[in-house]
């Protein structure tokens, strides 16, 4: 193969992460050569048996830092922004991460001449009290009057095998004979499966999204925080107690958990701010097909996935019979 017919190279910041793996995934299986930008590499080569010999290869990168954002795109075909955080630590702000690193990955994705996909989240709002939301909205606005042609997906939670949501709360079922029910658990969720999304991302690579479009990602249910806790402790054949918190005490729980180092706080202030409203695809992004359905990809059911990786939380594990519960 020569240099002028090789596969298109796509830088995927990120791609160690949760979502972004199954971006890689997906881009392998579609002969992508892949670049995965990451602050550590060293701890990203269980991606490698992903592709084939030579497709994914690995480049140190921080969005906190220009250069190496730079060095990341250079000689990219597209460009992939998977990196977010749900909480601030040290260095690693809100600001920092999502909004400069999103309008610095843009800006890199211009100058190199690449085409750009970028993750954002259901709840993006440039005027939201959640710092992790204005930040998520003010890098929208920022990256699309830098590259109006940007792809940006806004998925609702996200589950899978490595999720931070599900297996939270499965986690805690184990611990815990109680869990919370912040804001009485009526916010509402429509969870949405991370290869529904990975599959969006790598449509977009593709060119089979229509550029310069914001897509909000849900999956076929919506379900309140209740809905979600009780799906959980079935799937896991569990009977703990779901005690509603008010949002006021949990902010200050998030508050003090917050001050202990080096432990992830099991929820922030800023977090509490978000779980005040749904987190559900809106009725002009159904309207106008910028939905999974909307790109033909069909939304995955949560109970069908569940099983597959929630097992491990039962009290026997895969020996915990149906038709009993902790």
Same mark, same amino acid.
């Given at each position: 193969?020569?240099?002028?017919?090789?596969?298109?190279?796509?830088?995927?910041?990120?791609?160690?992460?949760?979502?972004?793996?199954? !971006?890689?995934?997906?881009?392998?299986?579609?002969?992508?050569?892949?670049?995965?930008?990451?602050?550590?590499?060293?701890?990203?080569?269980?991606?490698?048996?992903?592709?084939?010999?030579?497709?994914?290869?690995?480049?140190?990168?921080?969005?906190?830092?220009?250069?190496?954002?730079?060095?990341?795109?250079?000689?990219?075909?597209?460009?992939?922004?998977?990196?977010?955080?749900?909480?601030?630590? +040290?260095?690693?702000?809100?600001?920092?991460?999502?909004?400069?690193?999103?309008?610095?990955?843009? /800006?890199?994705?211009?100058?190199?001449?690449?085409?750009?996909?970028?993750?954002?989240?259901?709840?993006?709002?440039?005027?939201?009290?959640?710092?992790? +939301?204005? #930040?998520?909205?003010?890098?929208?606005?920022?990256?699309?009057?830098?590259?109006? $042609?940007?792809?940006?997906?806004?998925?609702?939670?996200?589950?899978?095998?490595?999720?931070?949501?599900?297996?939270?709360?499965?986690?805690?079922?184990?611990?815990?004979? !109680?869990?919370?029910?912040?804001?009485?658990?009526?916010?509402?969720?429509?969870?949405?499966?991370?290869?529904?999304?990975? /599959?969006?991302?790598?449509?977009?690579?593709?060119?089979?999204?229509?550029?310069?479009?914001?897509?909000?990602?849900? +999956?076929?249910?919506?379900?309140?925080?209740?809905?979600?806790?009780?799906?959980?402790?079935?799937? #896991?054949?569990?009977?703990?107690?779901?005690?509603?918190?008010?949002?006021?005490?949990?902010?200050?729980?998030?508050?003090?958990?917050?001050? !202990?180092?080096?432990?992830?706080?099991?929820? #922030?202030? $800023?977090?509490?701010?978000?779980?005040?409203? $749904?987190?559900?695809?809106?009725? /002009?992004?159904?309207?106008?097909?910028? #939905?999974?359905?909307?790109?033909?990809?069909?939304?995955?059911?949560?109970?069908? !996935?569940?099983?597959?990786?929630?097992?491990?939380?039962?009290?026997?594990?895969?020996?915990?019979?149906?038709?009993?519960?902790?």
């Amino acid at each position: 193969m020569t240099l002028a017919n090789l596969p298109p190279l796509v830088t995927v910041f990120g791609g160690s992460g949760f979502i972004g793996r199954h !971006v890689v995934r997906a881009l392998a299986k579609r002969g992508y050569r892949i670049r995965v930008a990451v602050r550590r590499p060293d701890l990203a080569g269980f991606l490698q048996p992903l592709g084939n010999v030579g497709q994914i290869s690995f480049v140190q990168a921080n969005l906190r830092y220009r250069n190496s954002i730079d060095r990341a795109v250079e000689g990219a075909d597209h460009v992939i922004n998977c990196v977010g955080i749900l909480f601030e630590s +040290g260095r690693n702000t809100f600001d920092a991460v999502q909004e400069f690193g999103g309008r610095a990955v843009a /800006e890199a994705a211009r100058n190199a001449g690449a085409t750009l996909t970028h993750l954002s989240a259901i709840g993006a709002n440039s005027s939201s009290q959640s710092n992790y +939301g204005r #930040t998520k909205g003010r890098a929208e606005a920022a990256i699309l009057s830098i590259k109006p $042609d940007t792809v940006i997906f806004r998925p609702s939670i996200v589950f899978g095998p490595e999720d931070s949501f599900f297996n939270k709360f499965a986690d805690m079922a184990r611990m815990f004979p !109680v869990l919370p029910l912040v804001g009485g658990g009526k916010t509402k969720f429509q969870p949405v499966y991370v290869e529904d999304v990975a /599959e969006a991302v790598a449509r977009a690579v593709d060119g089979k999204v229509e550029p310069g479009k914001v897509y909000e990602l849900g +999956g076929p249910e919506v379900l309140t925080f209740r809905e979600c806790l009780e799906t959980m402790l079935k799937v #896991t054949v569990r009977k703990n107690r779901l005690v509603s918190l008010p949002f006021g005490i949990a902010s200050m729980i998030g508050s003090i958990a917050s001050l !202990v180092p080096f432990i992830t706080p099991p929820i #922030t202030p $800023d977090q509490v701010k978000l779980l005040k409203h $749904d987190n559900v695809v809106s009725r /002009e992004a159904e309207a106008e097909g910028r #939905t999974l359905k909307g790109l033909g990809i069909a939304p995955t059911m949560a109970t069908s !996935v569940l099983d597959s990786y929630l097992v491990q939380y039962r009290p026997h594990g895969q020996y915990t019979g149906s038709g009993k519960a902790a």
